[in-house]
């Protein structure tokens, strides 16, 4: 392929950013330390932060490769949000994750397995991603709404504050 001189040079270095994901993930599968998923955090062509999946081996179900290295990420900038970052990841992100990356606001995601690929080998969200399109009186697991009077007085208060920080 003929590619422009910077476009071919950025390409070479988004395969490199994604190798790098694909080897936390590899190394986190011989290490026993939890799921086959590594992520990297990008910004000004540096890797800033990884992660790779801890869920058994943390006990958390929270402890995806990319919440890992969003975690990672946000502190090593000091910063809530991922402006101007991109993140690689060696699969395509579960709805947690992929929740999760909107809020920290990167510029880009790149990923190497499908979600097809993970299902395949028995890490299948679909059921997630069926269940968020379901109004939550079908769903399966039981949502109900409590003392929404009460609740509304942190909405309130937030409203009103003015000293807080945005998001």
Not at 72 to 92: G, P, W
Not at 112 to 139: M, P, T, V, W
Not at 150 to 167: C, D, G, H, P, R
Request: aromatic share 10%; net charge negative.
């Amino acid at each position: 392929m003929n590619y422009p001189h910077n476009t071919y040079k950025n390409y070479m270095t988004k395969e490199k950013f994604m190798r790098k994901a694909i080897e936390l993930s590899i190394n986190n599968v011989k290490n026993n330390n939890g799921g086959p998923f590594g992520a990297v955090v990008v910004k000004d062509g540096k890797i800033i932060a990884t992660g790779a999946n801890c869920v058994t081996s943390h006990n958390d179900p929270t402890a995806h490769a990319e919440v890992m290295a969003i975690r990672n990420a946000c502190k090593e900038l000091n910063s809530f949000q991922l402006d101007d970052c991109e993140i690689y990841t060696s699969c395509e992100p579960c709805p947690m994750c992929l929740g999760a990356i909107y809020w920290a606001r990167p510029k880009a995601i790149y990923y190497g397995n499908s979600k097809k690929d993970a299902a395949n080998i028995n890490f299948d969200d679909q059921f997630i991603y069926d269940e968020l399109g379901l109004d939550l009186h079908q769903r399966k697991l039981k949502i109900e709404q409590m003392l929404s009077n009460e609740a509304i007085l942190a909405f309130e208060l937030w409203q009103s504050n003015v000293e807080k920080t945005e998001y």
